[in-house]
């Protein structure tokens, strides 16, 4: 090789050096894709490590099936899932991390999750959840980490975390939780975290037993856990003390005094409007029904109990074992329900007893 042809050399070896790196990376972002733009890292053999199926475009409203299921981390969060069937995740077996924020589901099948049995993360925040069962914890038995903040939740059954005995954070904050029983979280030997900052409370004497287990949980948060009702406790923190009244420093206290052993004490029993407002009550489809309840058929029935039906007594005569008297029933309008009037009159009327003593 001659000195005139040394550069041209070198230049064709730079050119075929960046003609190789860029095939290659275009060969690596080929198959660091799969079609529906979630971007993957993969191991050998084709094992899948991670799948981003984040923000995709157009959102998903189902979870993906093209994903290979050796998938371990898996990530749809800010997408438009509404619903999770166990036969759209019993592939994953080996999922170990679960991102579905930001979606907006509405309802869980039972037993959705049995097939995760290496579930360790699960981050369902910011979607549209009403209750928490066991039925949709089924199976998560290696769970350490729930995320559930900014749901719907109103309702937590006392057995939910039945199965998730290995959990340790728990986060329920920003939901319409009123009631908790007083054995929700006793079995979670390791829970460190529980968050549930900002729910509705209902100071009622059934809140006593989860106040209590709250109060000498070690990592609590005292903050913004307020009573939302009745009205004469509303603004009463659950634990921290309110300088405001002294006699009753905080929910505890206060609960802890008033309250029986059978929690049935007629101070708490006032009906209050919460300020959080209720879930839409309206009928819902299969989608949008609550976490873990399918849709039912609703009868509901009208009763008419507002017309005042009052019968004429006449006193005919009086004997030292018995009397005679007459009862003149005003005939029946035609837009009442007869039998509802009958039923008052025949209790209204049926019992001697309440006429002894001249009446």
């Not at 390791?190 to 900002?198: F, Q, V």
């Not at 009205?231 to 929910?251: D, E, I």
């Not at 209050?272 to 873990?292: A, N, Q, R, W």
């Not at 009763?303 to 006449?314: A, L, R």
């Amino acid at each position: 090789m001659t000195l005139r042809e040394a550069p041209m050399a070198c230049g064709s070896g730079v050119v075929m050096s960046a003609f190789f790196w860029s095939v290659a990376i275009v060969y690596m972002t080929h198959i660091g894709r799969v079609s529906g733009d979630c971007w993957l890292i993969e191991g050998e053999k084709g094992f899948v490590w991670l799948a981003i199926c984040s923000q995709n475009q157009p959102p998903y409203e189902a979870i993906p099936q093209h994903i290979n299921s050796t998938i371990v981390d898996l990530r749809l969060n800010e997408n438009k899932i509404k619903s999770i069937q166990y036969s759209a995740l019993s592939r994953f077996a080996n999922l170990t991390y679960l991102n579905m924020t930001k979606n907006d589901i509405s309802y869980i099948e039972d037993g959705a999750f049995s097939a995760q049995f290496n579930l360790q993360v699960l981050q369902m925040g910011f979607n549209k959840l009403r209750n928490l069962t066991e039925g949709i914890l089924r199976g998560l038995g290696k769970l350490q980490y729930l995320y559930l903040q900014a749901n719907l939740i109103e309702t937590v059954t006392s057995n939910a975390f039945l199965e998730c005995l290995n959990i340790e954070n728990i986060d329920l904050s920003m939901n319409r939780i009123q009631q908790l029983d007083g054995s929700t979280f006793t079995t979670l030997n390791k829970l460190t975290t529980c968050e549930l900052y900002t729910n509705p409370f209902n100071c009622s004497c059934e809140l006593l037993g989860f106040v209590k287990w709250l109060s000498v949980f070690p990592n609590r948060t005292n903050e913004r856990m307020v009573c939302d009702s009745p009205p004469g406790v509303s603004g009463y923190s659950l634990l921290s003390q309110n300088p405001n009244k002294p006699a009753y420093r905080n929910a505890l206290h206060m609960l802890t005094t008033v309250c029986t052993e059978d929690y049935s004490t007629t101070f708490f029993a006032v009906p209050t409007e919460s300020t959080t407002p209720p879930p839409d009550s309206t009928l819902c489809g299969l989608e949008d029904c609550p976490s873990g309840t399918e849709p039912e058929d609703i009868t509901i029935s009208t009763t008419y109990t507002d017309v005042e039906v009052i019968p004429v007594m006449k006193l005919n005569q009086v004997s030292n074992t018995g009397a005679t008297i007459t009862v003149q029933i005003p005939p029946l309008q035609e837009d009442v329900h007869s039998g509802s009037v009958q039923q008052q009159l025949f209790h209204r009327y049926s019992n001697p007893e309440r006429y002894k003593g001249g009446h």
